[in-house]
């Protein structure tokens, strides 16, 4: 069982595109400051730097461990030491890499989808795509989500 406990997303999944990339076609933040935030405390997280995704689209925000940081089990990589982007405008969505009993609470919860080429096995089932924040509390799961990548990525102590 997860100890990842998330409240139901309100509303309406969100809808998305079912190919790569794979794009939220909806519901995306009106307020510019929501996506801001979200960057600024990922990238608060310890032991995380930025670079280029071997992955995403053009102009992602991609997280990675630092190549000075002890890493976790391969399924907590989307490729290399990334474990987490975040898609640019209009977009906002991100893709992770969540442990099973934690990926599953927040696709239950309506916060995420597993990624279609997960469906198919062809990566982890532990990617998935989480839907961007619509406000402040939204902002608040999807930073519990993050943090949960990035201590999947991290080694167990």
């Known amino acids: 069982m997860?100890?990842?406990?998330l409240p139901v997303c309100e509303g309406n999944r969100p809808r998305t595109t079912s190919s790569?990339?794979?794009t939220q076609l909806a519901q995306?933040?009106?307020d510019p400051r929501l996506v801001e935030e979200l960057t600024r405390r990922a990238f608060a997280l310890p032991g995380v730097a930025e670079e280029p995704s071997g992955i995403a689209v053009p102009g992602a925000f991609v997280?990675?461990?630092?190549?000075?940081?002890?890493?976790?089990?391969?399924?907590a990589f989307l490729i290399g030491r990334e474990f987490t982007h975040l898609h640019p405008a209009p977009d906002h969505s991100l893709h992770a890499m969540l442990p099973l009993d934690p990926a599953d609470v927040a696709i239950d919860?309506?916060?995420a989808e597993s990624h279609p080429v997960a469906l198919r096995e062809l990566i982890p089932r532990t990617a998935v795509m989480r839907y961007a924040p619509r406000g402040d509390a939204e902002l608040d799961v999807i930073e519990t989500l993050v943090k949960a990548s990035h201590g999947y990525a991290r080694p167990m102590t």
């Open 109 to 111: 919860a309506g916060w």
């Open 2 to 5: 997860s100890a990842l406990q």
């Open 20 to 22: 790569n990339p794979r």
């Open 63 to 75: 997280l990675v461990l630092a190549d000075v940081e002890p890493t976790g089990p391969p399924e």
């Open 28 to 30: 995306q933040p009106t």
